[in-house]
Nanobody, 126 residues
Framework: QVQLVESGGGLVQAGGSLRLSCVAS????????MGWFRQAPGKEREFVSQISWNGGSTYYTDSVKGRFSIFRDNAKNTVYLQMNSLKPEDAAIYYCAAKASSSQRIGRGLNDYDYWGQGTQVTVSS
């Protein structure tokens, strides 16, 4: 069983920064791709970023490229999402997700991931 716990959300002014964390409890012998998704009120959950099990490959949705950065510390079973230059349209609940995989890349759909956290709220004031 894999458990994911997000933290780091909060209220920030437009142009500000936040760092989200996702701590995972899992079998250390298994490799996991990690992803971040977000869901704004009245909208579907959408892909934000993905990182391979060894951190060697990262991917971003176009709207966050150059502003967000995903990285991981496998010694701490933690994946991070550094969010800079935040915009009001970035406001959402951010979810961490995991998929057991040795691949460098998987799909960006919700069904491509097996495990989900409960989410952390990010609010951006204009």
């Amino acid at each position: 069983q894999v458990q994911l716990v997000e933290s780091g959300g909060g209220l920030v002014q437009a142009g500000g920064s936040l760092r989200l964390s996702c701590v995972a409890s899992w079998r250390t012998s298994t490799r996991y791709i990690m992803g971040w998704f977000r869901q704004a009120p009245g909208k579907e959950r959408e892909f934000v970023s993905q990182i391979s099990w060894n951190g060697g490959s990262t991917y971003y949705t176009d709207s966050v490229k150059g502003r967000f950065s995903i990285f991981r510390d496998n010694a701490k079973n933690t994946v991070y999402l550094q969010m800079n230059s935040l915009k009001p349209e970035d406001a959402a609940i951010y979810y961490c997700a995991a998929k057991a995989s040795s691949s460098q890349r998987i799909g960006r759909g919700l069904n491509d991931y097996d495990y989900w956290g409960q989410g952390t709220q990010v609010t951006v004031s204009s």
